[in-house]
């Protein structure tokens, strides 16, 4: 399995408040994503990185941020947490573009009361 | 935009084989990939495969590829209760910018009877 880990693996947050998920992996591979998981919906790119300090939106991007200071860590905030952010949270790493497919962490469940 | 479709649910026996079906409408799609999820786990890549191809077959997956009719097929051989799972069809078009954008499919839930 590739070395990727997620951090919480569950967190229960309050409408308001600020969350933030790490996402951190051994392989250093140059491109990195944040995916939320959410019935009927499949997966949905959030941000994406491809190198340190390079990230851009992808297509739910509203009311996140991303920061990727070193090429193991890619971090994504929830400036102000909103119930509609409850989902399960997935980070996936790829090589060179990932036409080989992408390597998925185990995932942050995140519940917003 | 790109759309991947499949159907919702699948049960087979123990010991049958279980063909996935996907749909996708992206003509440019290039690559075309089947992952596996499991409660509480991370997608796991099986297999991918590319669009000049009509076939491939790794162990007890065969993954055909229709592009006329962009159709993706899974078959899992002599299916186990360990298989059952999600199943998420995935695509991507050619390279281009700074990353490679994939579409998932919303998932098949495979269940074996034992």
Same mark, same amino acid.
């Given at each position: 399995?590739?070395?990727? /880990?997620? !951090?919480?693996?569950?967190?229960? %947050?309050? %409408?308001?408040?600020?969350?933030?998920?790490?996402?951190?992996? %051994?392989?250093?591979?140059?491109?990195?994503?944040?995916?939320?998981?959410?019935?009927?919906?499949?997966?949905?790119?959030?941000?994406?990185?491809?190198?340190?300090?390079?990230?851009?939106?992808?297509?739910? !991007?509203?009311?996140? !941020?991303? =920061?990727?200071?070193?090429?193991?860590?890619?971090?994504?905030?929830?400036? !102000?947490?909103?119930? =509609?952010?409850?989902?399960?949270?997935?980070?996936?790493? =790829?090589?060179?573009?990932?036409?080989?497919?992408?390597?998925?962490?185990?995932? %942050?469940?995140? /519940?917003?009361? | 935009?790109?759309?991947?479709?499949?159907? @919702?649910?699948?049960?087979?026996?123990?010991?049958?084989? *279980?063909?996935?079906?996907? $749909?996708?409408?992206? *003509?440019? *799609? $290039?690559? @075309?990939?089947?992952?596996?999820?499991?409660?509480?786990?991370?997608?796991?890549?099986?297999?991918?495969?590319? *669009?000049?191809?009509?076939?491939?077959?790794?162990?007890? @997956? $065969?993954? @055909?590829?229709?592009?006329?009719?962009?159709?993706?097929?899974?078959?899992?051989?002599?299916?186990? $209760?360990?298989?059952?799972?999600?199943?998420?069809?995935?695509?991507?078009?050619?390279?281009? +910018? +700074?990353?490679?954008?994939?579409?998932?499919?919303?998932?098949?839930?495979?269940?074996?009877?034992?």
């Amino acid at each position: 399995d590739a070395g990727i /880990t997620q !951090s919480p693996r569950h967190k229960v %947050t309050e %409408t308001g408040t600020p969350v933030t998920l790490r996402c951190h992996q %051994t392989e250093n591979h140059r491109y990195m994503y944040w995916y939320r998981q959410d019935p009927g919906h499949g997966l949905r790119l959030i941000h994406y990185s491809y190198g340190v300090k390079d990230t851009d939106k992808g297509e739910v !991007s509203d009311g996140y !941020s991303v =920061s990727r200071s070193k090429t193991e860590d890619f971090l994504l905030t929830l400036e !102000s947490a909103t119930s =509609s952010q409850t989902s399960v949270y997935f980070c996936a790493i =790829s090589e060179e573009r990932g036409a080989l497919g992408q390597f998925f962490g185990p995932g %942050t469940r995140l /519940t917003v009361l | 935009g790109e759309d991947v479709e499949q159907s @919702l649910f699948l049960s087979v026996r123990e010991g049958d084989s *279980s063909v996935i079906n996907c $749909t996708y409408t992206d *003509s440019s *799609s $290039t690559y @075309l990939y089947w992952y596996k999820q499991e409660p509480g786990a991370g997608l796991q890549l099986l297999t991918y495969i590319f *669009s000049n191809m009509d076939m491939k077959q790794d162990q007890r @997956l $065969t993954v @055909l590829l229709n592009k006329k009719d962009k159709h993706l097929s899974l078959r899992i051989a002599d299916t186990q $209760t360990g298989d059952s799972a999600i199943y998420f069809c995935a695509e991507s078009p050619p390279i281009s +910018g +700074g990353y490679q954008k994939v579409t998932f499919g919303t998932g098949t839930k495979l269940q074996v009877i034992p």
